[in-house]
T-cell receptor, first 115, second 114 residues
Framework: DADVTQTPRNRITKTGKRIMLECSQT?????MYWYRQDPGLGLRLIYYSFDVKDINKGEISDGYSVSRQAQAKFSLSLESAIPNQTALYFC??????????????FGEGSRLTVL | AQSVTQLGSHVSVSEGALVLLRCNYS??????LFWYVQYPNQGLQLLLKYTTGATLVKGINGFEAEFKKSETSFHLTKPSAHMSDAAEYFCAVSKETSYDKVIFGPGTSLSVIP
């Protein structure tokens, strides 16, 4: 089983609908992130959380909200989806205690299409 | 603000040929540098990283990269391309003081021609 699991993997929705993307991890990491991937733009950080009580906006947080329900769960919500939110969304984790393993661990992505 | 540029959104090489993917960064402080690879329908995984020490870094699958501070570059190379190397490659940078606030480049799609 994957260490970082995202659901759903694919979702098609209509403009104005509320959408939630969920992420769960078994790595025991405190830090979790949501990124958005668009062709030619790489990955851009939406929100990140250093622990359950700590939520921070990233580069492109407008139109998104997050919830850190537990150390292992971090969900991303689009309150009213719009077509330019069509993208591939990635959840990632990291472990700040292990400086020898400075890296992000990614889920397999959630492809969202807003019609 | 930090930024990362990758020259060439798409690179094609023949199987067995040298792979060279270019990455330049702008950073006001010494950065941490990364290459991530994304295979089709998968998430990103770390290929290699530079934090401190030796500037030539070796990663998985025969890839390596050299940190050149004077050129603000971190180009990725592999002596001999394999068909399985076809993927999207992302260069990324973060600051030592906040290493997990990672800025990604736009990516380079590598195709390997038989």
């Amino acid at each position: 089983d994957a260490d970082v699991t995202q659901t759903p993997r694919n979702r098609i929705t209509k403009t104005g609908k509320r959408i939630m993307l969920e992420c769960s991890q078994t790595k025991g990491h405190d830090r979790m992130y949501w990124y958005r991937q668009d062709p030619g733009l790489g990955l851009r950080l939406i929100y990140y959380s250093f622990d359950v009580k700590d939520i921070n906006k990233g580069e492109i947080s407008d139109g998104y909200s997050v919830s850190r329900q537990a150390q292992a769960k971090f969900s991303l919500s689009l309150e009213s989806a719009i077509p330019n939110q069509t993208a591939l969304y990635f959840c990632a984790t990291s472990d700040p205690r292990d400086l020898k393993r400075v890296e992000l661990f990614f889920g397999e992505g959630s492809r969202l299409t807003v019609l | 603000a930090q930024s990362v540029t990758q020259l060439g959104s798409h690179v094609s090489v023949s199987e067995g040929a040298l792979v060279l993917l270019r990455c330049n960064y702008s950073s006001s402080v010494p950065p941490y540098l990364f290459w991530y690879v994304q295979y089709p329908n998968q998430g990103l995984q770390l290929l290699l990283k530079y934090t401190t020490g030796a500037t030539l870094v070796k990663g998985i699958n025969g890839f390596e990269a050299e940190f050149k501070k004077s050129e603000t570059s971190f180009h990725l190379t592999k002596p001999s391309a394999h068909m399985s190397d076809a993927a999207e490659y992302f260069c990324a940078v973060s600051k030592e003081t906040s290493y997990d606030k990672v800025i990604f480049g736009p990516g380079t799609s590598l195709s390997v021609i038989p």
